[in-house]
Structures are given as C-alpha cells and as structure tokens.
C-alpha cells in the first residue's frame, strides 16, 4: 500500500493519518529522528531487510504505540520496514493504551485473558500485527540484523545492551501511564499516540526511493 492508496486503511484511520501526516516535528525532535532516518536508508539503499525492535520497560504503552504506528507509516509510504516491540519485563498490552488505538481508527481483537494478545488491523487487505507485552527477545521478534528503538529512558538507562541489535536509538516519551486514574488520562494517552504516529509519519517520510 502507498499514499496514494490510503483508502485501504479504516476509515477512522484515514482520518487520523491525515492530521498526523502533516504535523510539524519540533526542531529539538527532528534531531533526535534524524539518526534512524539514516539507519533505515541506509538499509534500504543496500537492499537490505530492515526491522525494528521498539523498547520500553513494561513493553505496554509507549513500545506499542511505536510498532504500530511505525508499521502503519511503512505500509502507508510503500516501505519495505517490520516493526516489532519488547520490554525488560512483561506486563501486559494496557488496556487504556489499546482503547486509544481503536479510537485512532484500529480493529483490535483481543484473546485470552492474562496478558492477552491483541490481534491489531489497520486494513483488511493488511496482515494484521500480533501484538502481547512480551521481553525484548521474545520469539516473536527478530534475534540479530534489527535496531533497537528504546521509548522510554528507564529502560534506555537499565538495559544499556539489547543482544542482536545491529544499532540502538533513543527516542523517548513521556510515559502516560503517570496520569492513571486521572480524569485528564484518556487525553494525555491520546496525546501520546499522535506524538508518534506523527514523528513515525514523519521518519518514513523522509525515505527516498520508496
């Protein structure tokens, strides 16, 4: 699927990527976004299969956010990327961050009870992503020729070597988990979400040869 096939995404997804696509990035961001630019470009000018491994602590809010989003992105610009996501422990899928992305205009079906897995669409003309709270080298994920995308700064700091991983970034964000309980929580977890899928939106943009 290309840009200019966007129809094949949900409709509530259409008009979510629309507003993310032209979202402005901040200049101190951009910087940040830059370096994984290159990796993926880089990649992809040797032909190269490129997989990407996002990771946060609990593998719940901000890792999963990412492994959509940036799937969403690659199918969105015809880019040949496989997103994938872990943690340095498992906990589960949260359910306020699963609500959030059916609200973005994802078909989510979950099965099992603890730490369920999430069957994720984006369209049916897509295979959906499987998608659990899981540890970093979960079998599900790559073991080597991957870069590690770290989410959060706790598990940057605490997990300092990701084994297999070719390369390792760091692109943080504020955890939404902070606002649990609150009333304001449905927001910052929104809010959360469009931060990025618009800077994903952003890195597949900059892609040439797509």
């Known amino acids: 699927m290309t840009k200019e096939n966007i129809t094949a995404f949900f409709p509530t997804l259409q008009m979510t990527v629309k507003v993310v696509h032209n979202m402005s990035i901040p200049e101190n961001r951009r910087e940040i976004l830059k370096y994984l630019i290159i990796y993926i470009q880089e990649r992809l000018d040797l032909g190269l299969e490129v997989n990407l491994t996002f990771v946060c602590t609990h593998n719940s809010r901000r890792s999963q956010f990412s492994q959509v989003w940036a799937q969403a992105a690659a199918n969105f610009y015809g880019v040949k990327v496989n997103s994938f996501s872990g943690g340095v422990e498992v906990t589960t899928f949260n359910n306020s961050a699963i609500t959030t992305l059916k609200n973005n205009g994802f078909d989510i079906n979950l099965s099992g009870i603890d730490n369920p897995k999430c069957e994720v669409l984006m369209s049916h003309d897509l295979e959906p992503l499987i998608m659990f709270s899981k540890f970093f080298n979960d079998p599900i994920n790559p073991v080597n020729n991957f870069a590690s995308v770290m989410t959060c700064s706790d598990?940057?700091?605490?997990?300092?070597?990701?084994?297999g991983s070719q390369k390792r970034f760091s692109i943080p964000y504020q955890d939404p988990k902070m606002f649990d309980g609150l009333r304001i929580a449905p927001?910052?977890?929104?809010?959360?979400s469009i931060q990025v899928a618009s800077e994903m939106f952003y890195i597949f943009s900059k892609l040439k040869n797509k």
């Open 155 to 163: 598990a940057d700091e605490n997990c300092p070597v990701i084994p």
């Open 187 to 192: 927001t910052k977890y929104h809010e959360c």
